[in-house]
């Protein structure tokens, strides 16, 4: 069985790195724990970065910390009001709390009472006028958290909380400053979208409840990126073995996006088997195809000139450049410019930049449109001339 696989979030045995804030998430469960005291965290990244990896890491530490905890997972689908969030919860509160059968019936009804309640809300109902009319959302939520008074910890994670109604973010405030009588963890986790709309002035006191408790999940580091390659085979008890070169090879090439070394290492994987740089090489047409539709939402409107360039800087096989090195791999101030906006490098000073974007697109674009003459393979040839 394939110990990768970029398809699915990381199972917390094979989650990686993060380290500060598994920290957060340690303190929190303990004063949770001890005083009765929730908090909040939002954590931001893009596509494929681990949102959902880490939120699953979180639910497993809350399960670790406190076993009768109430767990539940959020994910919005599409675009959601605040009604439609609350009501998400509530309902995955009810159907957690229906395969646990050791919680007092007294929780469960509750939790029953609501979820009926917030149904009629939701206009399901046929005939709405012999019914109560609907509750607020955030009389709804009350009554969630009053319900569940004796449960140990709630745990709730809302995942891909890009997707809440613009005017509607503010719900997040209200929902991690409630008085609650039940200790409350609230992981949120959202797309760049969100932390855009987060950082706009009106929104300033809902970011301030997050104050502390923000986590920007970007790029691994190289010692990240050992870590995610190496976990799965710990967690899988597999016999494979990562080389250096092999590990600095896929780091380079993901640039420590997740998801690409995700795709990386389930391209270049050999079973038992130490796996090294050539082997890693070799695996690149294969992780291209692995990682396409990721892949091809990258510089969509890149000409075939800047896809040349981009390769040819990527081919460098390093990081940070000064301009000679540009000029030497055959790019012209103008293309430096071109990459300088496309977002692909970026100016760090006179005369110094840096590259922000992972070689694989580069060289995923460059096959896709069969600019193939020069590649991957190229690097090594390229980085030895370079002192
Ligand atoms: N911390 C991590 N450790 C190991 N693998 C990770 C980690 N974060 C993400 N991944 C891998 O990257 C891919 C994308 O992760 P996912 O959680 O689905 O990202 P997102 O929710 O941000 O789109 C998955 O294959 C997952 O296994
Ligand atoms: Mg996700």
Not at 10 to 26: C, D, K, N, Q, S
Not at 110 to 128: C, D, F, K, M, N
Request: glycine share 6%; hydrophobic share 40%; net charge positive.
């Amino acid at each position: 069985m394939q110990p990768y696989d970029p398809q699915k979030p990381a199972t917390p045995g094979a989650f990686a790195g993060r380290h500060e804030l598994i920290e957060f998430v340690r303190t929190s469960l303990e004063v949770a724990t001890s005083v009765r005291r929730g908090s909040a965290l939002l954590l931001f990244g893009y596509r494929g970065s681990g949102k959902t990896s880490a939120l699953r890491k979180v639910q497993a530490l809350v399960r670790d910390a406190a076993r009768d905890s109430v767990i539940v997972e959020v994910p919005l689908r599409f675009q959601s009001s605040e009604t439609m969030l609350i009501l998400g919860i509530v309902e995955a509160i009810r159907r957690q709390l229906a395969s646990r059968p050791r919680l007092g019936s007294r929780v469960r009804r509750a939790v029953e009472r609501v979820s009926a309640v917030s149904v009629l809300g939701t206009g399901i109902q046929r005939e709405p006028a012999q019914h109560p009319p609907p509750s607020h959302p955030v009389t709804l939520w009350n009554d969630a958290l009053e319900a569940m008074a004796r449960v140990p910890l709630l745990c709730i994670c809302i995942d891909d909380a890009e997707l809440l109604d613009a005017g509607h973010v503010a719900i997040l405030k209200t929902m991690a400053e409630t008085d609650s009588p039940v200790p409350l963890l609230l992981a949120v986790a959202g797309g760049p979208e969100l932390m855009e709309q987060l950082s706009r002035p009106v929104a300033s006191p809902i970011l301030r409840v997050f104050s502390g408790a923000m986590f920007d999940i970007g790029q691994f580091s190289l010692a990240e990126t050992q870590e995610a390659l190496e976990a799965p085979l710990k967690s899988n008890r597999r016999a494979g073995r990562w080389d250096t070169s092999a590990v600095e090879s896929i780091y380079h090439l993901t640039h420590g996006y997740p998801y690409l070394v995700q795709c990386f290492g389930a391209a270049a994987y050999r079973d038992g088997q130490p796996i090294r740089e050539d082997d890693v090489l070799t695996a690149v047409p294969k992780a291209l195809r692995l990682a396409s539709s990721w892949l091809e939402r990258e510089l969509p409107n890149a000409s075939d000139q800047d896809i040349r360039a981009f390769v040819s800087v990527a081919s460098l096989g390093r990081i940070e450049f000064r301009s000679s090195d540009l000029t030497r791999a055959g790019l012209n101030p103008v293309y430096t410019q071109r990459l300088v906006s496309a977002g692909v490098l970026r100016r760090v000073a006179r005369g110094r930049y840096e590259l922000r974007m992972a070689p694989a697109i580069a060289y995923f674009h460059a096959l896709r449109r069969g600019l193939t003459d020069s590649t991957w393979e190229t690097r090594r040839r390229s980085s030895s001339e370079i002192p």
